[in-house]
């Protein structure tokens, strides 16, 4: 009887025990801000790019310029009826390209030591000294290019082949800039891998250096080309190095010793000027821009094609 009364009362129990959602005043309120940061995010980047879009058709109105030449032609000369943007794309592929001959080599060996040499003592004092790097404002690089880098590449080569403002100088120290993100998310995506195929490679007889090239790396090479990727974007994106060292002139030349303005750079000299906000040369600065927001995307969504594409679950 004793027993039957105790279950009746845990049934009872049962019975009262609400099974409606708790509120939650946190939890609300950091989804909340969440959605909001996330809105104010997207409500960003559609702004920018309407902006670009309105302006930069606004030049590409004008009766002086042509969508053909814009893409075809090498004089970059808006006050003077040529708009071939042709000449700053140039510039702006070479200095990225530079860039990247330096930072991916030296960014990826330094992933694999961290990854794979390095102890765990070891790596939480080198990880922190190598992304201090990518904390030295891009001005102080801008100007080593010119007082180090270029004297530099000067003497190596020779006084006359050299000029004062190159694209090698600047593509040089923006490499070096870039090697921090290049290495820090190959790490990250070297790390990711499990340690059961290090150890299985291991077990098959195959040495560290092994391991690393035809094991670790390979089943990592997602994580690294979005690495690689996002450091082209990052480089497509410089401003300061390249308007310090590379040149203040559009000039159409694959010379890396030459002087020669990039996109960013034009836009940071053009928009500090005096303009009339009627004007060519200043609708011209938006329509760089919008191109340089299609590259800048397109690298974007090929680096995501890559991850999906290439990405190993474990």
Not at 74 to 84: D, L
Not at 118 to 142: D, W
Not at 178 to 203: C, F, K, Q, T
Not at 231 to 240: L, V
């Amino acid at each position: 009887m004793a027993v039957l009364t105790q279950s009746a009362a845990q049934a009872q129990a049962r019975e009262r025990v609400s099974l409606k959602k708790r509120p939650r005043p946190g939890e609300s309120a950091i989804k909340t801000f969440l959605f909001i940061c996330g809105f104010i995010s997207i409500f960003t980047t559609i702004g920018i790019v309407l902006v670009l879009l309105s302006e930069a058709l606004i030049f590409f109105a004008a009766p002086e310029v042509s969508l053909v030449e814009f893409f075809t032609d090498t004089v970059w000369a808006p006050e003077a009826g040529r708009v071939g943007i042709l000449p700053l794309v140039t510039s702006t592929v070479i200095t990225s390209l530079i860039a990247m001959l330096i930072a991916l080599p030296l960014g990826l060996s330094a992933a694999i030591f961290l990854s794979e040499y390095a102890s765990p003592k070891a790596r939480g004092y080198l990880k922190p000294i190598l992304e201090l790097l990518a904390g030295i404002p891009t001005v102080v690089y801008g100007f080593f290019a010119v007082t180090f880098m270029t004297p530099l590449l000067k003497a190596i080569f020779g006084q006359d082949t050299v000029e004062f403002y190159n694209m090698a100088s600047a593509g040089l120290v923006m490499g070096i800039m870039i090697i921090p993100i290049v290495a820090s998310m190959s790490e990250d995506a070297l790390s990711a891998v499990p340690r059961g195929l290090r150890e299985a490679s291991y077990g098959l007889g195959a040495t560290r250096l092994e391991t690393s090239f035809k094991v670790v790396v390979p089943a990592a090479v997602s994580g690294i080309a979005a690495a690689v990727i996002v450091g082209i974007s990052r480089a497509f994106g410089e401003t300061m190095i390249v308007a310090l060292a590379a040149g203040a002139g559009p000039n159409f030349t694959f010379n890396p010793f030459k002087a020669a303005e990039t996109m960013t750079g034009h836009i940071a000299r053009i928009s500090s000027g005096d303009l009339s906000f009627d004007s060519l040369d200043y609708t011209s600065i938006f329509a760089i821009g919008l191109v340089l927001f299609i590259m800048t995307l397109t690298l974007n969504m090929i680096s995501r094609w890559i991850v999906r594409r290439y990405r190993e679950v474990y």
